[in-house]
């Protein structure tokens, strides 16, 4: 069974990383450049984890957050979501476990604490 990690970022290095990285244990990566695609993404496809960027191009990653949680598909209201981001101001983690995120990772991205926190909430394939 192949699991499905949707990951809403805009810029193309972090999301050839992470495709490499999750690909390498055995996830399937749907990606998504901005967040109303990632919404879409989320809505319409099976999806088992998201990665959410914060500073995205069109809404930022505490509204699409918000969006998923708040949409008609009830699968969405408890998808594990993972906020990753460059912002490390005092408070940025509260705003986005606030927005509906289950956890907060910092940038530069840690493969090692990428597949720590990705396996928390989804075995292994």
Known sequence: ???????????????????????????????????????????????????????????????????????GKSKLAHIPMIAVTANALKGDAEKALDAGCDVYMSKPINIRELWARVEAFLPTP
């Not at 970022?9 to 055995?26: C, K, P």
């Not at 990632?38 to 809505?43: C, D, I, K, L």
């Not at 999806?47 to 959410?52: A, E, K, P, R, T």
């Open 1 to 71: 069974m192949t699991l499905n990690i949707l990951y809403i970022e805009d810029n193309e290095d972090n999301m050839t990383l992470v495709q490499r990285a999750l690909e390498a244990r055995g996830y399937r990566l749907l990606k998504a450049i901005n967040g109303m695609d990632g919404v879409s993404t989320a809505e319409n496809q099976q999806v088992d984890l998201i990665l959410l960027d914060i500073n995205l191009p069109d809404i930022d990653g505490y509204e699409v957050a918000r969006r998923i949680r708040a949409s």
